[in-house]
């Protein structure tokens, strides 16, 4: 497949149509990435790096403040919603609101800002919807770190155009009832697992997650059964019921008290297996360069309840923050799209407060 | 694959060890049906009809009484347990007890009664193992219904060489916990279908099933969640949770009573569905022909709690029982075995009473 060429200097709304054309599931975002990179190159104002299927492109104009603008290149599976469509002041099609949206505001602003007040980092990267061993960032993190080094991080990620601060950690856990199988013609021989497993689901049932503030952000927790699997065969007894959690906490817990707080919730007697953890990032609003941009935006931060590459970069030393246009409730819905007046103003904006 | 001749003359232990080396998995019974039949067509005081990879061999001495001696030909999968050995006075092997123990005994009794006191259909039968559509005896049963024309039948069934009456009718069905989906970083947009299915398992848990006496036999009754599923993704709060249920009721309840028996235990506001139902037997211990068999063996009858055949010669107006060789609770488990001395018990008093 031939992908056209991208054009930096077309209306935003056009090149966000272009993007969302090109196809790009994660591990497959190779064309793309291509056509990224090819554009530019061809900017004279900026260095550019590839890993992988990630595009890094930077100034290098020795300004005091370094500030990284950051998108994925990647989408969740097509579902029916290629190619893209304008209609009613709204762009549908894949990825138009997570998040093609955001890059083309990212490209645009690539292309224009030849001498920006703050020095500024470019990031187009793979795999973001996948696995985070996969995820662009955290490949080129291993590989070239000084790629990564800012005072700044802001994802394009979908905000509705508003500042989304830290983000949520994520526990996900097994608890594993036990019981005895036996035939179902002598269950009383048996202990039913799946039976047995109504204490731990009534436990969920009646949990009633926190909201916790930090910052002045009210970060609101969940803690999910999100699967549930019992069953040997249709005439036997299942001797192990397996519930699966998703927990959503606030920055201001650790993993580990995290995992010591799904602990206390769950009954006891059964095995609990954390599968994954991963902590959120706090919002970071006294960071000089956060605050800077956030009163400049003149809005008012909310919480990011999901978790995004925010953390990510916390954890690199790098404050972050979402900022970009599109309804992050639309994410990864087959109707996704974005507002045209929304990729303008988050053009605007951000290209205002770049060039100082 | 060429099979030995079976030879109804030999000791019923190496008949039966014969049985087991010749593999018959459902749906692969027609080796072993083809060297049943040719050892019943040797003998000329049988008639013998072959209905797929069943084979019926009758006797037609106009006696006032026809009595069926039936087995099933077919095994459960293999499960290492092949060939057959003999230890410690057992015969070890797939299918030793359930129940080419019982279709050796039936097989020497085919042979060795020339002329006996009440006419006899020996009945061996293919797919009892699977699904009752495919079994031996339904398609006899609506192919040539003649040939189960009896006053009583005898299911060599591993019963511990002892009388099992009637037979538990079982009942399956789904129940359906309906939810909403949501990201788990959202989950109070959210109905937890696996949180709400937490009432059902309890009440499954909290049920104590009921002890029916019929002919005074004790049935047990049972009711067990053999299944249960619910799972989108792993951060998606599941819009569904299906519980599937297995029941064993008495056969003094109709389908329609178990079924509203079960309707009653679990709670209102969830989709509840019968996926399949089958009727039990009553024992029977009051028709001529079974309460005669009963006095002659001179044992005090048991229940049947599984689901067998049984049932499905009720259905067809004809009284029956299990009467056989290996101890029921073996049947399915890779370590079957059935004691020697059970099956020349079995092979004794069964032709003691057949003689008349």
Not at 114 to 120: F, G, N, S
Not at 156 to 182: H, I, K
Not at 210 to 230: K, M, N, P, Q, T
Not at 310 to 321: C, I
């Amino acid at each position: 497949m031939t992908t056209a060429a991208l054009d930096l200097t077309a209306d935003v709304v056009e090149l966000t149509r272009a993007l969302v054309d090109t196809p790009s599931e994660s591990g497959a975002e190779g064309p793309l990435a291509d056509a990224v990179e090819a554009a530019l190159r061809a900017l004279p104002h900026l260095t550019v790096d590839r890993v992988g299927h990630s595009v890094v492109a930077r100034t290098a104009l020795g300004r005091a403040e370094r500030v990284i603008v950051a998108g994925h290149l990647d989408t969740v599976p097509a579902a029916g919603n290629l190619p893209a469509r304008l209609a009613d002041g709204r762009l549908y099609g894949l990825g138009a609101c997570d998040m093609k949206g955001g890059v083309a505001v990212a490209l645009r602003l690539a292309a224009a800002l030849t001498a920006p007040a703050r020095d500024v980092t470019y990031v187009f990267y793979e795999c973001e919807e996948v696995e985070g061993d996969r995820n662009g960032l955290h490949r080129i993190a291993a590989d070239r770190p000084e790629l990564l080094a800012a005072d700044l991080a802001i994802l394009m990620e979908p905000s509705d155009a508003g500042v989304e601060a830290g983000c949520q950690g994520v526990l996900c856990a097994d608890v594993t009832v036990r019981g005895t199988r036996a035939h179902t013609a002598r269950a009383w021989r048996g202990e039913n697992a799946a039976h047995r497993s109504a204490e731990v689901l009534q436990a969920l049932a009646d949990h009633v997650p926190e909201r916790v503030i930090v910052d002045g952000l009210e970060y609101r927790e969940g803690l999910s059964a999100v699967a549930v699997r019992a069953g040997v065969a249709g005439n036997v007894v299942p001797d192990t019921c397996v519930i699966s959690l998703n927990a959503r906490f606030a920055p201001s817990r650790s993993p580990q008290e995290a995992e010591e707080y799904v602990r206390r919730i769950i009954p006891g007697g059964h095995e609990f297996v954390v599968t994954e953890v991963v902590p959120g990032a706090l919002p970071g609003l006294d960071h000089a360069a956060v605050a800077s941009l956030v009163d400049f935006l003149g809005v008012a931060p909310r919480p990011k309840l999901g978790w995004t590459d925010v953390a990510r970069f916390t954890r690199l030393g790098v404050p972050a923050l979402n900022f970009g246009p599109g309804d992050p409730v639309l994410a990864h819905t087959a109707g996704e799209f974005v507002e045209v007046g929304q990729l303008a103003e988050c053009e605007r904006k951000l290209g205002e407060w770049l060039r100082g």
